[in-house]
């Protein structure tokens, strides 16, 4: 399980070899204990602090250490220093970041996550007889991006259709979001995607669910072996891991039910966010909401993937794990001859 500790105050320490919890509720004190093995990864949110044994007990254990910052995007992470893998890995990823292969990926990931809005909407339309025409027409316009993306597959390299790849993906979102905002309860209806801060209270849980699935997909990356900065389609910028913005992809519709399901639900209620400076953010409740929300659709409910019973978690690193094993197991495509004497590289 993922531990969550954004409690202000709280402190996390060893007791016993274990992990212990303190933090205040109103003038009590109180402790929780956790065993290491029931602990895959630690999120600390600010206002909250940590011992020396208690990071040498899950670097010891293989539990990663998460900051984060109030709006559940990471800030940074305590990990061990291995690898995960072979560096022939993060050799082939080089290779095919620059490549003709980087297309293919792309272009996969970006319909894979076109056609999971259209299984969003078309879960959402079972229910809601009267807005069957409004959802059929979003689903058709989702498609017709998803069918322009999917055209470019074969196409030679990834810099020279990024900027189309990217209309047609923000195209695909617009009617989604849209259609999304369209089913809500009015006070809750927004005007599109807003980021950092949120305009809205839809977009603050949001974008806190995106800051938590960064996390993990950064996570199952690294124990694949994975670099998550070498990007594909999101390119090197300066201490950007460009590689987990390009696999987060396909996933996204996961938190986005997710958090309409809290919305639809009734479960959303005003002491869950609350005005901050330009925007909306969400409060402790708001953030206990979200992260309880969170592990059940990503850790506790099973799918079928691929054969086999998983959870969404599951299933998430074994398409890291076998994307890893693809690009080992091709042969290299024709690398484009680099320069070492240019200050400009094209990765």
């Keep these: 399980m993922q531990l969550f500790i954004t409690t202000y105050g709280a402190y996390l320490h060893i007791q016993d070899g274990m992990f212990q919890v303190r933090f205040k509720n109103g003038d ?7 065993p290491p093995k029931k602990i895959s990864s630690i999120v600390l949110d600010k206002g909250t602090a940590l011992s020396y044994e208690a990071v040498k007990t899950a670097l010891a254990h293989n539990i990663d250490i998460v900051f984060t910052e109030g709006d559940g995007i990471p800030l940074g992470r305590i990990w061990h220093s291995k690898l995960g893998s072979t560096t022939k890995i993060r050799k082939r990823q080089l290779e095919a970041s620059i490549g003709p292969e980087a297309v293919s990926w792309v272009t996969q990931w970006l319909a894979e996550k076109a056609g999971r809005q259209c299984e969003n909407l078309r879960e959402l339309k079972k229910h809601r007889k009267p807005h069957e025409t409004l959802i059929n027409e979003a689903i058709s316009k989702i498609e017709a991006q998803k069918g322009k993306i999917e055209n470019f597959s074969e196409h030679a390299h990834i810099d020279e259709i990024a900027d189309s790849l990217r209309g047609y993906e923000g195209t695909a979102g617009r009617w989604y979001f849209q259609t999304l905002s369209a089913l809500l309860p009015s006070a809750y209806r927004f005007k599109g995607r807003s980021f950092r801060p949120a305009n809205d209270p839809f977009n603050a849980f949001l974008n806190y669910g995106y800051g938590m699935l960064y996390a993990r997909i950064e996570k199952v990356l690294m124990l694949a072996g994975l670099d998550p900065y070498v990007g594909f389609m999101h390119r090197d910028d300066y ?3 460009s590689f987990v913005f ?6 996204r519709p996961f938190v986005d039910l997710t958090i309409y399901r809290l919305f639809s639900g009734k479960k959303v209620q005003s002491e869950h966010h609350e005005a901050i400076t330009n925007g909306t953010g969400l409060t402790k409740s708001g953030k206990e909401l979200i992260v309880t929300a969170f592990i059940q659709r990503f850790d506790t409910e ?3 993937y691929r054969g086999r019973n998983l959870t969404r978690m599951h299933a998430i690193q074994m398409d890291a794990h076998q994307f890893a094993n693809k690009l080992i197991s091709s042969p290299v495509t024709d690398v484009p001859s680099i320069d070492l004497m240019q200050p400009d590289l094209p990765f």
């Design 239 to 241: 201490n950007q891991k």
């Design 302 to 304: 099973t799918i079928r």
């Design 246 to 251: 390009d696999f987060i992809e396909p996933y």
């Design 28 to 34: 009590t004190e109180i402790k929780k204990k956790i």
